[in-house]
C-alpha cells in the first residue's frame, strides 16, 4: 500500500496560472519535505514541515509556497509558474528531522509541465 | 566545498554481468552515506546505508556498497543485474548530524538484454 501518495500524476499547467500539487501520507511523520527535481540533476530541497513548523530553504524563490493543513497532508502552491518551474515535485516524509538516522519515504512524484 | 559527487550519468551494462556504480563526497569528516533508487516513474527508494562499523554495507534487492575513508568512496555494487534494475542511483549523504540530506546528481542504469 502506498504511505505517500502524490495527485496528479501529471500536471499541466498555463505559464503565470496558479498550481498546487499535493501529498498526503499514511505514515503519521512529524515531517513532510517538497523536493524539485529536474532532468539529470539531483533532487533540490525546497522547504519542509516538522509537524506545523515551516522551514524555508534560503534559496526558494518566494514563488512557492506551501501549507500542511494537517499531519496527513501537504500542498506545494506555485503562484505564478514560469518555464523554468517545470519538473518532477517529489514529496517525501521522515519521521524525525535527524536524517543521519531517520529513513525518507518518498511519494511517486508529481510531472508538473509549464505551457 | 561540500560535495556529493557521481562521475557516471549513464553506465549500461548487459543483463547478467556485475554493476559498480560510484560516489564520492568531499566533507570534513565521514559523513552518514546513503544510496537511493528511482525506477521510472516512481519516488526515491532506499537501498542501503552506513553510519560506522563494517565498512561493506548489505542492502535490498542484492545490492551492496562499500565505504573507503582513504578514497572518500561509498561506491554501490551488485555481481549480477537482472534487468529490472533499470533505473536511476543517487547516493547521498547526510553531513555529520545535520539535518540536511545532499544528493549526488544521480547515475542513470540501463541494462541490455
Known amino acids: 500500500d502506498a504511505m505517500v501518495i502524490q495527485n496528479p500524476r501529471y500536471q499541466v499547467t498555463q505559464f503565470g496560472k496558479p498550481v498546487t500539487l499535493s501529498c498526503s501520507q499514511t505514515?503519521?511523520?512529524?515531517?513532510m519535505y517538497w523536493y524539485q527535481q529536474k532532468s539529470s540533476q539531483a533532487p533540490k530541497l525546497l522547504f519542509h514541515y516538522y509537524d506545523k513548523d515551516f522551514n524555508n530553504e534560503a534559496d526558494t524563490p518566494d514563488n512557492f509556497q506551501s501549507r500542511r493543513p494537517n499531519t496527513s497532508f501537504c500542498f506545494l502552491d506555485i503562484r505564478s509558474p514560469g518555464l523554468g518551474d517545470a519538473a518532477m515535485y517529489l514529496c517525501a516524509t521522515s519521521r524525525g528531522r535527524a536524517l543521519s538516522r531517520e529513513k525518507l519515504f518518498f511519494g511517486s512524484g508529481t510531472q508538473l509541465s509549464v505551457l | 566545498a561540500q560535495s556529493v559527487t557521481q562521475p557516471d550519468i549513464h553506465i549500461t551494462v548487459s543483463e547478467g554481468a556485475s554493476l559498480e556504480l560510484r560516489c564520492n563526497y568531499s566533507y570534513g569528516a565521514t559523513p552518514y552515506l546513503f544510496w537511493y533508487v528511482q525506477s521510472p516513474g516512481q519516488g526515491l527508494q532506499l537501498l542501503l546505508k552506513?553510519?560506522?562499523?563494517?565498512?561493506l554495507v548489505q542492502g535490498i534487492k542484492g545490492f551492496e556498497a562499500e565505504f573507503k575513508r582513504s578514497q572518500s568512496s561509498f561506491n554501490l555494487r551488485k555481481p549480477s543485474v537482472h534487468w529490472s534494475d533499470a533505473a536511476e542511483y543517487f547516493c547521498?549523504?547526510?553531513?555529520?548530524?545535520?539535518?540536511?540530506?545532499?544528493f549526488g546528481k544521480g547515475t542513470r542504469l540501463h541494462i541490455l538484454p
Open positions: 547521498a549523504v547526510v553531513p555529520n548530524r545535520d539535518d540536511k540530506i545532499i
Open positions: 552506513y553510519f560506522s562499523g563494517d565498512t
Open positions: 505514515l503519521n511523520h512529524n515531517v
